[in-house]
């Protein structure tokens, strides 16, 4: 299991002052800044589920709106011990601006489970899902609130959701969460789309700061969902080498290039990387400090921190995961000239391929990967596009940038829509 160190106020902090950051260039209305600094409808649930002992459990889970201006609601759904309020808002808020930035017509979710998904047993894990999709079942809805994976949660877990809603409508509804099994409605490619996105906007990115990235030496945290497809596709595709990779485990390193298929082989058994023979084994801090071109952190919030950032020594850091990077040491990496990829662009390719899940459910009409994959190319080339635009006309960084397009879009449709009654 990933463990989370996560400081939920810091990362709130930290998106509300990228939101006032923009807000102030762009002059926008105090009204719309405390809308964006306030998530629209939070449920808290608490509701019991029948353990395989027999004896009842208490758990308690969320799901937040934190704005449904341009769309649906829409976000992960994660477990873990440590999910808390303020957490699932500061992460419904990144959606919010992830979907606006990638212009996919979508307002921001987020929902968690306090709960430690590795302690359950799979049909503890099915009416823990079935009972919260229940208890949330009044937000939920292909027009009103799409689930999808996030951390520890998977497309089984989607699959009950989807199964749970339908049961109760009389009919099959595909489009009421992403990330489902093919079988079931899911999108091809939408498994690695997260980490297909991560690479996108590396090649992008490499190419305009004229890096090489055939021979780039790559470092990782975390060796999931995101982490591995993006390593893989990197290496695959545009001739990277895999160097090392941190986990809550431990780190491995290897200096002509992980074997990355029989190091995520092992992972899924021992939940770590740590203990993979043919490699050197590291402290998890070391990653940090590791010569590379490009670091990817794609675990958890707040992981890179100032300490952390005065030792990297990379040219790209690419945000494969939600807030990983701290205010403070995200202007130490600037100082340092490291150009940062922020988290609401670089991380979008997993819910731009859930909105082509969702268009098809919608349409019953099903893609093919590789139409999958050109599409998502292309929005990020696009979303990407804009942003470097941005940032080199007014001379700020990536996120400013990434914020400023974002920002801009949701207050113009907020005054485009106007204020009911
Ligand atoms: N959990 C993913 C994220 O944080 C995907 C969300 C979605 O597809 O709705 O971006």
């Not at 957490?87 to 212009?103: D, F, G």
């Not at 390193?253 to 084994?281: I, M, S």
């Not at 675990?299 to 990297?312: C, F, G, H």
């Amino acid at each position: 299991m990933i463990h989370s160190q996560a400081n939920p106020s810091l990362l709130l902090n930290d998106i509300q002052q990228n939101v006032q950051r923009a807000s102030d260039s762009l002059s926008i209305e105090p009204y719309l800044v405390e809308m964006l600094n306030n998530c629209k409808r939070e449920l808290i649930v608490s509701f019991p589920v029948l353990m395989d002992d027999g004896e009842p459990h208490i758990f308690h889970g969320y799901r937040v709106h934190h704005n449904i201006i341009r769309g649906p609601a829409k976000g992960g759904l994660r477990y873990h011990p440590e999910v808390n309020l303020e957490e699932i808002r500061a992460l419904a808020m990144l959606m919010t601006y992830k979907c606006a930035v990638v212009n996919i017509p979508f307002g921001g979710a987020k929902g968690g489970i306090v709960c430690d998904p590795y302690a359950l047993s799979t049909p503890e894990v099915e009416r823990l899902t079935r009972r919260f999709a229940t208890e949330i079942n009044v937000l939920l809805g292909p027009e009103t609130d799409i689930p999808a994976p996030d951390l520890n949660t998977s497309p089984q877990i989607m699959a009950w959701i989807m199964d749970t809603f339908s049961m109760n409508k009389g009919y099959s509804v595909l489009p009421v969460v992403t990330g489902k099994p093919l079988i079931v409605g899911g999108s091809q490619g939408r498994t690695e789309s997260t980490g297909r996105g991560v690479a996108n906007v590396t090649g992008f990115t490499a190419h305009d700061i004229g890096l090489k990235l055939q021979g780039a030496r790559v470092v990782l945290q975390g060796y999931g969902k995101v982490g591995y497809p993006a390593a893989r596709i990197l290496q695959d595709d545009y001739g990277c080498k895999v160097v090392g990779i941190a986990d809550v485990g431990g780190a491995v390193y290897r200096e002509d290039g992980l074997p990355l298929q029989p190091l995520k082989e092992y992972e899924e058994k021992n939940h770590t990387v740590a203990g993979f023979h043919g490699c050197d084994h590291i402290e998890e801090e070391e990653v940090f400090s590791l010569p590379c071109e490009v670091f990817i952190p794609a675990a958890l919030e707040d992981q890179v921190t100032p300490q952390r950032a005065r030792n990297m020594s990379c040219s790209i850091v690419v945000e494969a995961a939600n807030g990983p990077t701290t205010s403070e040491a995200d202007a130490i990496l600037q100082e340092k000239g490291i150009t940062v990829i922020p988290d609401i662009l670089a991380s979008a390719g997993g819910v731009v391929v859930s909105y082509f899940e969702w268009v098809q459910g919608l349409q019953s009409y099903f893609w093919s990967e590789a139409e999958v994959n050109a599409q998502l190319k292309d929005i990020m080339e696009c979303s990407y596009r804009s942003v470097a635009g941005e940032a080199r006309r007014c001379s700020i960084s990536l996120r400013e940038a990434a914020y400023l397009i974002a920002v801009s879009r949701v207050a113009e449709a907020t005054r485009v829509r106007g204020i009911y009654p």
